[in-house]
Every structure is written in C-alpha cells, then in structure tokens.
C-alpha cells in the first residue's frame, strides 16, 4: 500500500528560527514523485518542489532545503529563518508512477509568531 | 497571465439539489484533476481527465459526475446522491496526459456547504 506520514500536525515557532517538517512514504513501487505544497489560508495548493524517486540529489532553494533519503523513506522540508508568511499548512505527497493520483499526507500546520 | 480559475468561492447547496463547479485552465494542459479537502485532512481524488472527452474515477467518485468537451474545462456536479458534500473542493492540472510524471497545480478552490 502507498501512504504518506506527516506526524507533525502542527507546529510553532518564533519569527527567524529554523523548522523541519517531516516526511515519511511508503511504496513498493521503484519509480516515484515526491512533491511539497504549500497551502496559506487563502485554500489554493502552492507546488513547491517535485523529486524523482531516482534523484537523492538535495535541493536548496532560497530559505527552503529539502532532505530526500531513500535509506529511511523520508522526504523532510526545512525552513531556514522562518517568517510570519511562511505561516500556512504543509502537504507532502507521492505519486507513482504506474498511477495518475497525488496521495497526500495529511498536513502539517506551521504558525511563525512575530 | 496563465492559471487555473474555479468558480464559485463559496458555493451552498439545499438538501435533494444537484450543484456544478466550474474549473477552466489557460495552460494548455492535457490533463485535469478534481480532488476533495476534509478538514484537518489531506486531498483525495474524485475524477481525473487525460484528454477531452475521456475521463476515470478516482478514489471517492460516487456521488459526483464530471464532463470534459473541452480540453480547458473540467465541470464537476456534487449530485444529490452524495450524502455529505461539505468540503473544500480543488481542481488541479498537468501537462501531459499521458505521462504520469507531470506535476499537477491546483486552482484556488471551491468551499461547499449545505443549508
């Protein structure tokens, strides 16, 4: 069975800490996509980052990195510096690649206080 | 500017009634997606669509009934067989249908509450 596990379901910090949202997939499959969205309180799902499942390369995109370890099946997010507008919830997901569908994790809510 | 727009924000239904969600994408993308947020839950799906006039159930389809006669619109009716609408409903689109590699974006989103 495939399934995605987001253990943190919410999260608090204070403005310019670092925070890591975890992620944890299951699948039997070899090839497969992991993707991070953004959802702020507006509703609409923001893409963030898509990996291959054949690419273990880690990626840093501003004050975003992500951490992709197939040894331990996780895929984890971090926010380097945090800012109140990175307050919003958190989806990881995976698709394989035999399937049309994104299944999600059920999210991670993240409040950056000032 | 390129997007995916869905209509209308809010949209409330009366027990026995039949609603549409309209979903249009100025992407040129091939394939389109319906998916169904529950609070506090992640996304599930209803229908996807590959190509116009061709679409699949998805996870939680009964209830719902989608079309596709174009290829930037992508209908979604909650009919009165679905016993328990609310939720926030998001539309989503990729690139190429027939790849299953394509990210998908999603449009703004549509919350239903019944009266």
């Known amino acids: 069975a495939q399934k995605v596990t987001q253990a943190q379901t919410e999260i608090s910090v204070v403005e310019k800490e670092d925070v890591t949202l975890d992620c944890v997939y299951e699948?039997?499959?070899?090839?497969?996509?992991l993707f991070w969205y953004k959802q702020p309180p507006s509703g609409e799902l923001v893409f963030l980052i898509r990996?291959?499942?054949?690419?273990?390369q880690n990626e840093i995109s501003g004050r975003y990195s992500w951490n992709f370890q197939k040894s331990t099946s996780s895929f984890n997010f971090t926010i380097t510096a945090s800012q109140v507008v990175d307050s919003a919830v958190y989806f990881c997901?995976?698709?394989?690649?035999?399937?049309?569908?994104?299944?999600f994790g059920s999210g991670t809510r993240l409040l950056v206080r000032p | 500017d390129g997007g995916i727009t869905q209509s209308p924000k809010y949209l409330f239904r009366k027990e026995g009634q039949n609603v549409t969600l309209s979903c249009e994408q100025n992407?040129?993308?091939?394939?389109m997606y319906w998916y169904r947020q529950d609070p506090g839950q992640g996304l599930r799906l209803i229908y996807y669509s590959q190509i116009v006039n061709d679409f699949q159930k998805g996870d939680i389809a009964e209830g719902y009934s989608v079309s596709r006669e174009k290829k930037e619109s992508f209908p979604l009716t909650v009919t009165s067989a679905q016993k328990n609408p609310t939720a926030f409903y998001l539309c989503?689109?990729?690139?190429?249908?027939?790849?299953?590699?394509?990210?998908?974006?999603f449009g703004p989103g549509t919350r239903l509450l019944v009266l």
């Open positions: 990996r291959n499942s054949f690419d273990e």
């Open positions: 992407l040129n993308h091939d394939a």
């Open positions: 699948t039997r499959d070899t090839t497969y996509y």
């Open positions: 997901a995976l698709k394989m690649d035999s399937s049309y569908k994104l299944i």
């Open positions: 989503a689109s990729s690139a190429a249908g027939s790849s299953r590699r394509e990210t998908q974006y």
